[in-house]
T-cell receptor, first 113, second 109 residues
Framework: DTGVSQDPRHKITKRGQNVTFRCDPI?????LYWYRQTLGQGPEFLTY????????KSRLLSDRFSAERPKGSFSTLEIQRTEQGDSAMYLC???????????FGPGTRLTVT | QKEVEQNSGPLSVPEGAIASLNCTYS??????FFWYRQYSGKSPELIMF????GDKEDGRFTAQLNKASQYVSLLIRDSQPSDSATYLC?????????FGTGTSLTVIP
């Protein structure tokens, strides 16, 4: 069990550019979550997949954000036309359906200049 | 009202003391509660989880649930400097995890 991995670990981009992050969950986990965390705050839910199906998406999530999990394994999170307010740590977590304790990856720190 | 609320602290305890962290939740139907430890610049690490059927102890950590008052607590016995971190409480509601803002704990040698 190699744990949840995320790539890249750090990303610096200019405002208006598109960025894509990848998450590889723990191999037997069928649930995958994306979160955003800013300084002094807890992780904020963005979206969640069960296998390849995206079952929930935060109402606060701009349509500039899109996520996929095409074969029910790894997932990608894309942010289009980045804004400075998108600067944050983007966290991925995975779990089983039951029990559903979730485990986090190391995160991708995004800086938009 | 936020689903999960925590006192942001900071909470300081001397080495060897008991650290007590609390979290309140708003959904009375919540049945699953999680504590994560997060070191500065790192991602959250799951340390304890508790379901509605009672308290749980794991080594130096004890999680306690008070359903009547809608709070869950984490006790850390024999606190060590390495326990200095932010502790996040999370509640599982309707396929989502809701996190508090975390409590910063400092253990003073």
């Amino acid at each position: 069990d190699t744990g949840v991995s995320q790539d890249p670990r750090h990303k610096i981009t200019k405002r208006g550019q598109n960025v894509t992050f990848r998450c590889d969950p723990i191999s037997e986990h069928n649930r995958l979550y994306w979160y955003r965390q800013t300084l002094g705050q807890g992780p904020e839910f963005l979206t969640y997949f069960q296998n390849e199906a995206q079952l929930e998406k935060s109402r606060l999530l701009s349509d500039r954000f899109s996520a996929e999990r095409p074969k029910g394994s790894f997932s990608t999170l894309e942010i289009q036309r980045t804004e400075q307010g998108d600067s944050a740590m983007y966290l991925c977590a995975s779990s089983l359906t039951s029990p559903y304790e979730q485990y986090f990856g190391p995160g991708t720190r995004l800086t938009v200049t | 009202q936020k689903e999960v609320e925590q006192n942001s602290g900071p909470l300081s305890v001397p080495e060897g003391a008991i650290a007590s962290l609390n979290c309140t939740y708003s959904d009375r139907g919540s049945q699953s509660f999680f504590w994560y430890r997060q070191y500065s610049g790192k991602s959250p690490e799951l340390i304890m989880f508790i379901y509605s059927n009672g308290d749980k102890e794991d080594g130096r950590f004890t999680a306690q649930l008070n359903k009547a008052s809608q709070y869950v607590s984490l006790l850390i016995r024999d606190s060590q400097p390495s326990d200095s971190a932010t502790y996040l409480c999370a509640v599982y509601i309707g396929n989502q995890f809701y996190f508090g803002t975390g409590t910063s704990l400092t253990v003073i040698p």
